[in-house]
C-alpha cells in the first residue's frame, strides 16, 4: 500500500537536545511537507519542499531544519533553538498542480 | 495578510444536517479545501472548490462564493463517525503551500 509513514508515534526528549523526525512516501510525490500542530491552532506550515535537494521556509521555520536528499525521505530537525517544541508534528505529500495533500499519522513530541 | 475565520465548535444531533462555514481574507486567492482530522488521527482531504458553487461527494458537499470570501462544509444524515475537526484551507501560488484554519470541532450528539 503506497502512503507516508512517520516514526516513532510518541518521542520524548530532555530540554536541549536536538531531535530528528522521520518521514517517508512511497506515493513518488515530488512534495513534501512539516506542519506543526497545537491545540487549537490548527495545522502550521513550518518547512515545504517542491523538488529533491530544495526546500522553503514556512510561517514558523525558526528552530528547525529540513533536508530533502531522496525524494521520498524528508526529515525534520527540532534543534535546542526551538523555544517551545511539544507539539503534534504532521508530515504530507502531493501530487504536482493536484489540490489533496496526504498526511502521514503524526509524530507527538514532548520536550522535559 | 492571509486568515481563515471558522467557528471553534459545533454541536448537531446524530441524522441531521451541519454547516461549519469558513471566511478569508487573502491577497490572492486559488481555491478553498476542506480536510477532516479525528482525534489523534491524520488530516484527510475531502473537498476542493475551485470555483464558485457547490461540490457534492456523498453526504458531504462544499460551497464557495468569491465575492463574498465565503465558503461552507455541509454534512448530511450525520453519523457518530462524523464527530471529528474540520479544517478549511487555501493554496499560495502555485498550490503547492496551504493554509490552514484552525479548525471546527464537531461533535454529533445522539
Known amino acids: 500500500d503506497g502512503g507516508i509513514t512517520q516514526s516513532p508515534k510518541y518521542l520524548f526528549r530532555k530540554e536541549g537536545q536536538n531531535v530528528t523526525l522521520s518521514c517517508e512516501q512511497n506515493?513518488?510525490?515530488?512534495?513534501m511537507y512539516w506542519y506543526r500542530q497545537d491545540p487549537g491552532q490548527g495545522l502550521r506550515l513550518i518547512y515545504y519542499s517542491q523538488i529533491v535537494n530544495d526546500f522553503q521556509k514556512g510561517d514558523i521555520a525558526e528552530g528547525y531544519s529540513v533536508s530533502r536528499e531522496k525524494k521520498e525521505s524528508f526529515p525534520l530537525t527540532v534543534t535546542s533553538a526551538q523555544k517551545n517544541p511539544t507539539a503534534f508534528y504532521l508530515c504530507?505529500?502531493?501530487?504536482?498542480?493536484?489540490?489533496?495533500?496526504?498526511f502521514g499519522p503524526g509524530t507527538r513530541l514532548t520536550v522535559l | 495578510g492571509q486568515s481563515l475565520e471558522q467557528p471553534s465548535e459545533v454541536t448537531a444531533v446524530e441524522g441531521a444536517i451541519v454547516q461549519i462555514n469558513c471566511t478569508y481574507q487573502?491577497?490572492?486567492?486559488?481555491?478553498l479545501s476542506w480536510y477532516q482530522q479525528h482525534d489523534g488521527g491524520a488530516p484527510t482531504f475531502l473537498s476542493y472548490?475551485?470555483?464558485?458553487g457547490l461540490e457534492e461527494t456523498g453526504r458531504f458537499s462544499s460551497f464557495l462564493s468569491r465575492s463574498d470570501s465565503y465558503g461552507y462544509l455541509l454534512l448530511q444524515e450525520l453519523q457518530m463517525k462524523d464527530s471529528a475537526s474540520y479544517f478549511c484551507?487555501?493554496?499560495?501560488?502555485?498550490?503547492?503551500?496551504?493554509?490552514f484554519g484552525k479548525g471546527t470541532k464537531l461533535s454529533v450528539i445522539p
Open positions: 484551507a487555501y493554496p499560495g501560488a502555485g498550490s503547492y503551500q496551504l493554509t
Open positions: 506515493l513518488n510525490h515530488d512534495a
Open positions: 472548490n475551485g470555483l464558485d
Open positions: 504530507a505529500s502531493k501530487e504536482g498542480s493536484y489540490n489533496e495533500q496526504f
Open positions: 487573502t491577497s490572492g486567492f486559488y481555491g
